[in-house]
């Protein structure tokens, strides 16, 4: 008879430390802060958009002027009086005519500016005038067709800089209004600082947070969060006054119309309206604890390096920021901190240095930052980073510093196919103890399906076992404005009036609610392990190339079967996809070079680039378009020779080498493939090793954990098969006669199900409570379903 499956806690066997494991990250794409998090309605408030944010951006983005009853104007923006240095362009309404009323209006950001029915909202603004002193100026809020939403008034009576503020109040709900300010008279009216803020905003702060997006994220309960970024933190100048500078976080603090505008990387303005400050708070108001990301004088998006006889300013920013956070009142940067309102110290634990990091400049100078932080802070835990890839050079790289320095985390970014995840999910069993943790601070697998989210859950559960060498954790991105996408998928989605989590989100806020503080051993009998002969399947099919804006000449292509040695001969080819060759319409950019159902092969190939920004891609074990591996050669701005998989038309990134191919240089490249095992070389030398693991599905994934506030045991359980799984659960040691447990359970959808702004809630945990006699009970865990138990 066959035994019944069993999941075993151990519930007096107490592991590892969970500490601060599961976490969130902000980064300002996809408008997560401006028309996102950041609750300010007007876009370009101070007319400083530029084209080096945005190439179609100019100083009246989101501005149109406004002539009524015969009235005429020009409008134009100056800068020969400005409000302050710092931003130095304003508008000005030469009045013409004045007819009813002439003026400008804003847009918002989405389809406008969204209001409410009985809501306040409140205006402010920095005017002055040359004329007209006795003339008010009327500000309203407007839908598309005119009717006016709310309305008040302000006199500016004088020629000189002065800030005006009101209160108005909405009489309908609209949520494609404008902000409309006119005037009559003579002369001209300058305006600058234009803001608009609902009064209501998380936990009412000014300058605070929209409301609803805000408590999505407080509802996650997360143990930290990263900010501000992600490549906004290191790609831009060395210089700080530049407007396309590295993220430095001095330039945040203080009054709003001091703060200095910034190129985003991901082609937007900041105002950084949401700075240090407002992070800090909204860490403190949602009780997570900030892990702020600097930059280490290193760009590697464009080879900008502090040298290192000026690299000391650089390290004095990270200790100033230190002593923002954790100083009093008598130190330099804890008496601003008071100034600003907050006379406590934050408090601060971690702090990062560098964002996925690639080349030997930024170790070099992680050395510098590292040393300095411990000998004044040594409790203050540092991050160091491994770029953005799972595995390979660079990331070993990253990992050597962190031993050699001694760093108490590194920040590890993947984003990858489902299918990786369920392959990784042992991914940090090896890891030791006695190492610097994981610090898992950006991964994601492609797609916010009901699948997505079950994948990311099974991989979560393999984060929790191995709590002795992952330390924190957080899914990216979180943010995306859904009229502003960057990137996706991502965990929160917003416009400007909703907002929904996805079922990531969901899985998220399940494994941070029911965390726990210590690892239980837990173990598994009677479950059918599926067979693993999936897992030799071969790597075979189709070759092909192709290259992107480049001129590539290739030749001496010969496939090998190491097997037998026989040889099969592709030729020579010669792409080009140049501008040029598109617009004469003569590109010629892939070619196949045919197909083998070897298991066991080397490819060979000389090549030379002629002309382009990059390299290219040798297509290999390929079923289609979207079911292939390849040899991505001169990747990214032509750093790279990366090995990936497409699976589904998802990609994951196996393993990535710096490399550069230059032109005009011939090189020889060889691929050898055996079984799943892929080794790549140039000029002979080894440059990627890597195998392209298969799935092998586990009947159920299953962590456990002690929360030692509660005295709870919560056991979660995550089953990815087709079919449901009926298993015992049993708390060994625990000495009680009946049991209280609650269940919050995902199940019962469709794998390519999503939430979304029409049914927001549609991929949600159930919650629902049961007795048991003894120590033990029963569960039929639903296929495709993550559950968690709460023991009482």
Known sequence: MKAQATLTIAAQERGAELGDLFGIFFEDLNHAADGGLYAELVQNRSFEFDPIDRAEYHALTAWEKVERGGGKAEITVEESRPLNARNVHYAAIDIITEGDGVGIMNLGFNSGIPVRQGENYLFSIYARRDAGFDVPVVVTIEGIDGTVHAEGTIAVQSSEWTKYEMTLTSNATDFSSRLVIVTKGKGKLYLDMVSLFPEKTFLGRPNGMREDIAALIADLKPKFMRFPGGCLVHDGSLNPDDRNSMYRWKNTLGDLEQRPPRRNNWSYNQTLGLGYYEYFLFCEDISAKPIPILPGGYDPHHKRIVPLGELQPWIDDALDLIEFACGDSSTEWGALRAELGHPEPFGLEYIGIGNEEVGEPFFERYAYFHKAIKEKYPDIKIIN??????????????????????????????????????????????????????????????????????????????????????????????????????????????????????????????????????????????????????????????????????????????????????????????????????????????????????????????????????????????????????????????????????????TSCLTQSIFTLEPGIEYEFRLEVSGRRIRTYIDNVLINDTEDKLPVIEPLYYSASFEHSTGDVIVKVVNVQENSVNARVVLEDLQKTSLTVDVFELSGHALDEENSFEAPERVLPKHKNFSAEGCSFSHEFPKHSVTVFRVK
Not at 465 to 481: D, Q, S
Not at 532 to 546: C, H, V
Not at 566 to 577: I, M, N, P, V, Y
Not at 615 to 620: E, M, P, Q, T
């Open 385 to 650: 980073s491994s770029g953005p890839f799972a595995a390979g050079g660079e990331y070993d790289r990253g990992w050597k510093s962190a031993k050699e320095n001694g760093s108490d985390l590194v920040d590890e970014h993947y984003y990858q196919t489902p299918e990786w995840f369920l392959a990784h999910y042992d991914r940090y069993d090896n890891f030791k103890a006695d190492e610097p943790k994981v610090f898992l601070g950006e991964y994601a697998s492609w797609g916010n399906t009901y699948y997505n989210a079950l994948v990311e859950a099974a991989f979560m559960t393999g984060l929790e076992k191995n709590a002795h060498a992952v330390g924190l954790a957080c899914y990216a991105p979180m943010l995306c404005n859904v009229d502003y996408i960057n990137w996706k998928p991502d965990m929160i989605w917003f416009n400007n009036h909703e907002v929904y989590g996805s079922a990531n989100y969901y899985v998220q806020k399940l494994f941070m609610h029911h965390q726990g503080d210590q690892l239980l051993k837990i173990e598994a009998s009677g479950l059918e392990k599926k067979q693993e002969s999936e897992n030799a399947k071969p790597i075979n099919g189709a070759f092909a190339l192709d290259t992107d804006l480049c001129s590539v000449r290739f030749w001496d292509m010969k496939l090998v079967n190491n097997d037998t040695g026989e040889t099969k001969d592709f030729g020579s080819a010669e792409l080009s996809d140049t501008r040029e060759d598109r617009e004469h319409g003569t590109a010629k950019k892939s070619v196949d070079l045919g197909e083998t159902d070897w298991e066991n092969y080397t490819l060979r190939l000389k090549a030379a680039k002629m002309s382009g920004p990059k390299g290219f891609n040798l297509y290999f074990g390929k079923s289609d378009d979207n079911n292939q591996l390849f040899w991505d050669v001169g990747g990214w701005q032509n750093q790279d020779s990366a090995v990936c998989s497409r699976v589904n038309a998802r």
